[in-house]
Nanobody, 118 residues
Framework: QVQLVESGGGLVQAGGSLRLSCEAS????????MGWYRQAPGKQRELVAG???????NYGDSVKGRFTISRNYAKNMWFLQMTSLKLEDTAVYYC????????????WGRGTQVTVSS
């Protein structure tokens, strides 16, 4: 079992920046993929950014050029640096981890609120 805990959310003005962190803990696990998703009120959860064990990244179209995902392999942590925040970035942000193994298993954090104000 793997537990994911997000931190770093909060209230920020449009144009500002925030850095989210996610820390994974548990026993005997190896993470293949790490990611961030978000869900705004009344909308479906969507991919924000992902990073593979090999360091390959991908981003949702709406955040490209503004958000950066990174990871600390040794600490089983990953981060989302968010800049030039917009009102539409307001959402609950969830971290996600996919583990090596068959079947492929995914785990989710409980989420952290990011609110962008005008």
């Amino acid at each position: 079992q793997v537990q994911l805990v997000e931190s770093g959310g909060g209230l920020v003005q449009a144009g500002g920046s925030l850095r989210l962190s996610c820390e994974a803990s548990g026993s005997r696990f190896s993470i293949k993929n790490m990611g961030w998703y978000r869900q705004a009120p009344g909308k479906q959860r969507e991919l924000v950014a992902g990073i593979t064990d090999g360091g390959t990244t991908n981003y949702g179209d709406s955040v490209k050029g503004r958000f950066t995902i990174s990871r600390n392999y040794a600490k089983n942590m990953w981060f989302l640096q968010m800049t030039s925040l917009k009102l539409e970035d307001t959402a609950v942000y969830y971290c996600n981890a996919g583990l090596y193994g068959v079947p492929y298993r995914e785990y989710w954090g409980r989420g952290t609120q990011v609110t962008v104000s005008s």
